[in-house]
């Protein structure tokens, strides 16, 4: 019999933080760093001056992916310069525009981090399966795979359409991130060749389900992988390997995205549908990052 799950979340400080995630949504701290803000991107610019500064881009890319549209963050900025000394408000065409210029990054400091990789979907759409099946409407989905770590930070991000390789895109981000990385939690689906000899090329340890039918004949990590896996069993492999903190790194965060911000997008034009859905993850490093 498995034993009773026992909740030991502090929920004091749990409600704290879902309060302070409320107070981050609405608050504008863009006022305090304008001026200064301003006068820097417009240092060596040619052309007609910036007027809005990154910050207050940045407040309204939050407010939009909490599925706001354009033209109400406009009016939550109008509502908030009555109170704040009459800023001047951007219009919803150009947070349209400078959103969607918005380079999300998801830098991290942290050395010889645990991380793990994994893929989840999210809709194009949100008609939902019925006009899929009734009217024949083949609109798709997105697929996003991620780099996370073990205390719950994203580390990279890639998007793409259904048919994107996930397998690929986990090597790509390996590369990317191989000076950051000592080992690697991934599923049974990355349990090819082409990964373990990339794990040990960048000296990253691939702590990688291994499949059931796997074959442990041959030379290379991978058959060294699939001969420690069967000696030792699925339950002492999961234990001595850490494979729990997958859960941590990836699903853990999906769950929270989707959750916080949707897993639907509104965007149109594919290389907007792309850049919302990494700007769901974005938005939630934010989220992270204050509480």
């Not at 525009?97 to 759409?125: C, H, W, Y």
């Not at 580390?155 to 359409?161: A, E, M, P, S």
């Not at 990590?221 to 001595?240: D, S």
Request: aromatic share 10%; proline share 3%; charged share 30%.
């Amino acid at each position: 019999m498995k034993k009773k799950y026992e909740d030991k979340r502090n929920w004091k400080e749990y409600n704290k933080k879902l309060v302070k995630r409320g107070e981050f949504y609405i608050n504008p701290q863009f006022l305090e760093t304008w001026l200064q803000e301003v006068k820097t991107m417009n240092q060596r610019k040619e052309g007609y001056p910036y007027l809005y500064p990154e910050s207050l881009i940045q407040f309204a890319a939050v407010l939009h992916i909490k599925s706001f549209d354009y033209r109400a963050v406009e009016g939550i900025l109008h509502g908030l310069a009555k109170h704040f000394n009459q800023f001047p408000v951007i219009s919803y065409s150009q947070i349209c525009r400078r959103t969607n210029q918005l380079d999300p990054l998801f830098a991290t400091e942290a050395e010889n981090i645990i991380a793990g990789v994994d893929g989840s979907g999210m809709k194009v759409s949100n008609r939902g399966d019925w006009m899929r099946h009734k009217w024949q409407v083949k609109k798709g989905w997105v697929k996003i795979v991620i780099l996370g770590d073990t205390t719950g930070k994203i580390v990279d991000v890639r998007v793409g359409n259904e048919n994107l390789d996930e397998r690929k895109a986990a090597r790509g981000m390996m590369r990317r991130n191989k000076k950051r990385i000592k080992k690697l939690l991934a599923d049974g689906l990355h349990d090819c060749e082409a990964t373990f000899n990339l794990c040990e090329a960048l000296d990253i340890e691939p702590v990688i389900k291994i499949r059931k039918n796997a074959s442990s004949q041959g030379i290379g990590p991978r058959p060294r992988a699939v001969q420690i896996y069967k000696e030792k069993g699925h339950e002492n492999w999961c234990k001595e390997k850490e494979y729990g903190l997958r859960w941590i790194c990836t699903e853990g965060i999906f769950s929270a995205v989707k959750r916080i911000f949707g897993e639907c997008l509104h965007a149109t034009k594919k290389r907007n549908i792309y850049h919302e859905a990494k700007l769901k993850f974005w938005a939630y490093q934010k989220v992270q990052n204050i509480c």
